[in-house]
């Protein structure tokens, strides 16, 4: 016989020996439980010399997360007893790191990776001939996301610009959304975060880049900082607002001290 990772029990070649009632037993450290009993019996009937090969239990589709277990069932009947083997429908070869046949069949598949996805072919060869039967199952296994490209923290002063970039991969392809101070931005792919408008102290921030697909999340972070330079001038002094029309203003202030003139390239005014 054969017990599977997953728990099925499996009897091959059964005998008199073999009858009898048979339950399953599940049990943790919390407590144990035992299934509803099954009987087995023999039939009265013989078998003919020659039996066409039957699949009893084929593959099922499975779907799993990188670095599980796959266990891709296979069992078959016949007279002669028939040859399971297993391929791939796309053609690849299956491998064979990692790769375990239990019991009369099953295939076993160790610490699975995107790769392994695909359609397995369960087949039951009678012995010296072409006549066959075949089962097929499919394998999806997907990854969570993983980050290719991080957002880096940065330091501007006001009117700089600046960019978040963010990149991650994963099966199926993840989502990015994008946080600031833990609200909600906007959702995209692969993307880069970035203002339209020059750096303002509203825009210091933690930002957050959030991965997600079906398989998990990631984040990643990064802070800009909004500093004013150590040799900043003062804001300007007197500073009037003359009227000269329905439409104009005349605006003056204070001349800057000479040491403060030299470092001065312009002025801006915020209406």
């Not at 990776?113 to 499919?138: D, E, F, I, L």
Request: glycine share 8%; aromatic share 4%.
């Amino acid at each position: 016989y054969t017990v599977l990772p997953d728990g099925i029990l499996q009897i091959s070649g059964v005998t008199r020996d073999d009858i009898g009632t048979y339950r399953c037993l599940a049990r943790n450290p919390a407590n144990s439980r035992h299934s509803k009993e099954a009987w087995l019996t023999l039939a009265d009937s013989t078998h003919p010399s020659n039996q066409e090969p039957v699949i009893l239990s084929g593959p099922q589709n499975l779907t799993l997360t990188v670095h599980q277990t796959a266990i891709l069932e296979c069992v078959a009947t016949g007279n002669p007893r028939p040859i399971v083997s297993w391929s791939r429908l796309d053609g690849r070869s299956i491998g064979v790191e990692g790769i375990q046949v239990l019991g009369n069949g099953n295939l076993m598949i160790l610490d699975v990776s995107v790769k392994h996805s695909g359609v397995y072919v369960c087949a039951a060869n009678r012995p010296g001939t072409r006549v066959r039967r075949t089962a097929q199952g499919m394998l999806l296994v997907q990854a969570p996301p993983e980050f290719v490209q991080w957002p880096q923290s940065v330091s501007h002063v006001p009117g700089d610009n600046t960019t978040f970039s963010c990149e991650a991969r994963g099966s199926p392809e993840p989502t990015l959304v994008w946080l600031k101070n833990g609200k909600y931005l906007s959702p995209q792919k692969n993307a880069r975060l970035s203002a339209d408008n020059r750096v303002t102290s509203a825009d210091e921030a933690l930002y957050q880049c959030i991965a997600e697909n079906s398989a998990g999340t990631s984040q990643a972070s990064a802070r800009l900082a909004v500093t004013l330079p150590p040799d900043s001038p003062k804001a300007p002094e007197k500073v009037m607002v003359v009227p000269i029309s329905t439409t104009s203003v005349r605006v003056t202030w204070a001349e800057p001290p000479p040491e403060v003139m030299d470092g001065i390239i312009g002025y801006v005014l915020h209406i």
